[in-house]
């Protein structure tokens, strides 16, 4: 306890701690540390250091250092959790403390859950059921009475640890959805003439009192920066706008499916509908432009499904229908439209740095969850010239700084890759109906951009002289061409693939300062290659034919350097390697020579037991490819080795290498029953020469892969069940035991096909 006279030390002890933990100055690593600090300021927050009532100032100053001192600490000091939720949870009432005292008692909760997991689960519901009675109250006050300027910073902390608290509790919320979705829908617009209301006197100046939905012409001279937090209630309503957003994307984050019936107040259904995109396109505070975004991004991504019913019917271009009743699907065509369009106009307008590659970013979302072979031409166009327009046109904001520029464009270029991306020519339906005739309207759409200017600049910047920071996002963009338009560069292959060596030989060494990372060089060098191989042998699958087309191509990569990169320091540049080798079509695999073919097992059999699970499980994959090759399932060598390698590796300790593994050995089992069946009783060579043990050794260990993961154990029965299709009765025999693994395999058989997860009892 401190003498009765030092309580102005202990104001002092209290500053000096918010002033190093905001500046992260402090990092704890044992928990008796905190436990320590806790214990003292504890105390602090009832009672001064003389044992009398706190004054105010102390209070609020030691409040301040327990909640930067608690975040995302809590699972540091789980211990004296109750004491906290039982010291803080009372000051919480607002009608026995003053409101800056609740306020800052919030602050401490939220922080105090923050990323604490399961760990504290306990005291979730009950410290989510205060806050969310809280918020109710605090909410309908605010909304009733938008002139009371002290409630902003309250519901803003409010809702900010409401986000913290819903995100560790995840389902907390569920009964109060609705509620939440209501409430929080106009809590984001609170501030601008959006809400139904009349906004707070602060925000009435010509500056801030302009509507949300008007064109926003200039938001870096408009928004308000760290300067304004005395501006009264001007400050607080774009906190409250930005942490609804943020409560906002944890109901989204913990609600998935759930949130879909709110996407019509929250996603745009016409121009002139404030939603989200409003927020984005004409809010003067660009930290709620960026939280717009980031809303966004989580609301659509992963729901690439749901929205594959969305339809833009042709001519649907007005937000309003002759018709009363809409159909969801043409209703998430709008919604897919309005989207597009407003995310177009924040590329335009947008001249804030890091909020411009937020909206980039969610433009990556939005495309990788648009159904564009339901949706009219027009759209990816319309994105791909602005992204073009951006990384060739170097900002002029008197922000943008040389990093900034670099970052807006790798962010465009990574953009414009995940463009090409979303239609596939190669994949377009040959069949005649609307949506054939969309998906190729999208398709061809995406073609001519390349053509037009895309690829021949993507050549002349990647074959230059000087190596580019931006050369990994060059190179993604030609990756995402050679996978989904491969046709478009088969004449050229040669030239691409010249930049492909290159680019490997180039990035051996360190970089310099300005040259971007030679492991992610490398990697996407190789991606190129690994998507054209992925294309040209799905083209060869659906027309074995093409073999003459592309068999030189494969013959001069299998004998170019690139094999080299097997053996690569990067780990997921062998990864992409191994999976290379995996894509060599049969026929042309067939016409390597022998000692070509015996070099790509050799490398895949070395590669099962590399350091890095990710390419022993490749590997095993690639072993797995490569059992099926009539070329190679004859030779009673290779089999005996690849089964020697898949047995070792169904021992491994990570789960993807055992399930890759596994797969590949019910593969070997499923090639022994093909030859079986074709081959005639005089003429089982291949039968008799692979060694008794080491099909044994398959059996033994399929038995023991028919009791692990399910992911494992469907390949285990399905490796079990050829088995004993293929094995003769000279394998088993009872004087070695032998008989007993065959009564053990009908066993574990019967007992999956009861007891198995679906996929393992069929």
């Not at 102390?58 to 809590?74: D, H, M, Q, T, Y």
């Not at 803080?88 to 909760?109: H, Q, S, W, Y």
């Not at 601008?192 to 509507?211: G, I, R, V």
């Amino acid at each position: 306890m401190l003498p009765r006279n030092l309580e102005d030390l202990a104001l002092k002890f209290c500053e000096f701690m918010v002033n190093i933990l905001r500046k992260q100055e402090v990092a704890f690593h044992v928990s008796a540390e905190l436990d320590e600090i806790v214990s003292f300021l504890l105390p602090l927050i009832t009672s001064s250091p003389s044992g009398s009532e706190t004054p105010h100032s102390l209070k609020i100053e030691a409040l301040k250092a327990l909640s930067f001192l608690v975040f995302e600490r809590g699972w540091l000091i789980v211990g004296k959790f109750s004491k906290l939720v039982e010291t803080l949870l009372p000051l919480i009432d607002e009608t026995k403390f003053e409101r800056d005292v609740l306020r800052m008692a919030v602050n401490c909760i939220g922080n105090l859950c923050a990323k604490t997991g399961n760990k504290a689960a306990s005291y979730y519901p009950t410290i989510f059921n205060v806050l969310s009675f809280k918020f109710s109250k605090f909410s309908s006050d605010i909304l009733a009475h938008s002139q009371q300027q002290h409630l902003g910073k309250t519901i803003s902390s409010i809702l900010r640890a409401m986000q913290l608290v819903i995100l560790e509790g995840k389902t907390l919320h569920e009964a109060q959805l609705p509620s939440l979705i209501s409430s929080l829908t106009k809590l984001m617009y609170y501030g601008t003439s959006n809400l139904p209301l009349p906004p707070p006197p602060a925000m009435s100046t010509p500056e801030s009192s302009s509507s949300v939905s008007s064109a926003r012409t200039s938001p870096a001279s408009s928004e308000y920066s760290g300067s304004d937090a005395n501006g009264g209630d001007r400050f607080n309503a774009w906190k409250v706008r930005l942490h609804a957003l943020g409560c906002l994307q944890s109901l989204a984050k913990c609600s998935g499916q759930k949130l879909v019936p709110f996407w019509p107040s929250l996603l745009p259904q016409s121009s002139h509908q404030p939603s989200i995109c409003s927020l984005l396109l004409s809010d003067p505070v660009h930290q709620v432009r960026s939280g717009a975004c980031a809303l966004l991004s989580v609301i659509l991504d992963g729901q690439k499904t749901f929205l594959q019913q969305a339809v833009q019917e042709q001519g649907n271009n007005s937000s309003g229908s002759s018709s009363s009743f809409t159909p969801m699907s043409s209703r998430l065509g709008i919604m897919i439209r309005e989207i597009h369009n407003a995310l177009c106009k924040a590329i335009d307008g947008e001249n804030r740095p890091n909020t411009l590659v937020q909206i980039i970013k969610s433009v990556v979302v939005v495309v990788t969850n648009t159904p564009y072979e339901n949706m009219q031409r027009g759209l990816l166009s319309s994105l791909a010239n602005r992204l073009m327009k951006l990384y060739n046109a170097h900002p002029h904001s008197s922000t943008s700084t040389h990093d900034n520029v670099l970052a807006m464009q790798r962010a465009a270029l990574s953009c414009l890759a995940a463009v090409i991306s979303a239609v596939s020519k190669d994949q377009a339906p040959a069949v005649s109906s609307n949506k054939s005739a969309q998906t190729k309207n999208a398709a061809e759409e995406v073609s001519e951009l390349i053509k037009g200017s895309i690829l021949s600049q993507l050549l002349a910047e990647l074959s230059g002289s000087a190596s580019s920071p931006l050369q990994p996002e060059l190179l993604r963009v030609l990756g995402a061409i050679s996978g989904s338009f491969f046709d478009l560069i088969f004449d050229i292959w040669q030239d691409i693939f010249n930049i492909v060596l290159k680019a490997v030989s180039a990035s051996v060494d360190a970089p310099d300062s300005l040259s971007a990372d030679p492991a992610v060089v490398r990697l996407n060098a190789v991606k190129i290659v690994e998507d054209a191989t992925a294309s040209i042998l799905s083209k060869m699958e659906a027309d074995p034919s093409a073999s003459t087309r592309f068999s030189p191509l494969w013959h001069e990569l299998i004998h170019s350097p690139l094999l080299n990169l097997t053996t690569d320091r990067s780990s997921q540049v062998r990864s992409s390697m191994c999976n290379v080798l995996s894509q060599i079509p049969g026929p042309i695999f067939a016409s390597l020579k022998p000692a070509t073919r015996i070099m790509c097992v050799t490398l895949m059999l070395g590669a099962t037991r590399d350091d890095s699970p990710v390419v022993r499980s490749q590997a095993c994959r690639t072993l797995g490819v490569y059992i099926l090759n009539s070329s190679l399932n004859i030779d009673p060598i290779f089999v005996t080795d690849v089964a020697q390698n898949l047995v070792e590796a169904m021992k491994d300790p990570n789960l993807n290498v055992r399930i890759r593994a596994c797969w590949s050995v019910a593969n070997l089992c499923d090639a022994l029953v093909a030859l079986r069946d074709v081959q005639n009783e005089e003429d089982s060579t291949l039968t008799e020469e692979i060694p008794r043990d080491a099909l044994i050794m398959i059996a033994k260990c399929a038995l023991v892969a028919a009791k692990d993961n399910d992911k494992v154990r469907s390949n285990a029965v399905r490796a079990l069940g050829n088995f004993t299709r293929f094995a003769s009765n000279k394998l088993f025999s009872e004087e070695d035991n032998t008989l007993v693994l065959f009564d053990s395999i009908i066993n574990i058989l019967i007992e999956d096909t009861r007891e198995g997860s679906a996929k393992v009892r069929w």
